[in-house]
């Protein structure tokens, strides 16, 4: 199984999911949830899971979000949770625009609805995470 790479556009963020464990989604989510990106990762993590991996870091960096790509984010989240209930350490670092309460909101409620706890990493809009 091959490391997943697609690139950002101005209506989807950057995928880049390494077999070592270090997955990242970063930018602006606002396309369609049955879109190519969202399946493509959705069968990626899919397929990463059945590996059973001991070590998973995902990071999630968005500009913004919209209700659509919130679905497909969930449904990624799922898949992490899974990988979880079978004792497989699993870290999710929600980081978000400091003072970007909605966006802060919106981690809180996706943490509220799986089975293990959130890392909320504030950054100045001119901060880019990059690892």
């Known amino acids: 199984m091959l490391d997943l790479l697609i690139v950002e556009t ?6 880049n999911f390494k077999m070592n464990g270090k997955l990242r989604i970063k ?8 879109s190519l990106l969202w399946i493509n990762a959705h069968e990626w993590l899919s397929n ?17 979000i919209n209700t659509s790509s919130s679905v497909a984010i969930l449904k990624l989240l799922y898949l992490i949770n ?10 999710v670092i929600w980081t978000y625009p400091e003072n970007d309460f909605q966006l802060e909101e919106m981690g809180r409620d996706f943490e509220d609805l799986l089975s293990y706890k959130f890392t909320f990493d ?5 901060e880019l995470v990059t690892n």
């Open 122 to 126: 504030p950054f100045k809009s001119h």
């Open 48 to 64: 990463y899971s059945k590996t059973n991996p001991t070590n998973t870091t995902l990071i999630l960096q968005f500009d913004c």
């Open 82 to 91: 899974d990988l979880n209930k079978r004792a497989n350490h699993v870290e």
């Open 10 to 15: 101005e209506s989807s963020p950057e995928i």
């Open 27 to 34: 930018g602006r989510a606002v396309s369609d949830p049955d």
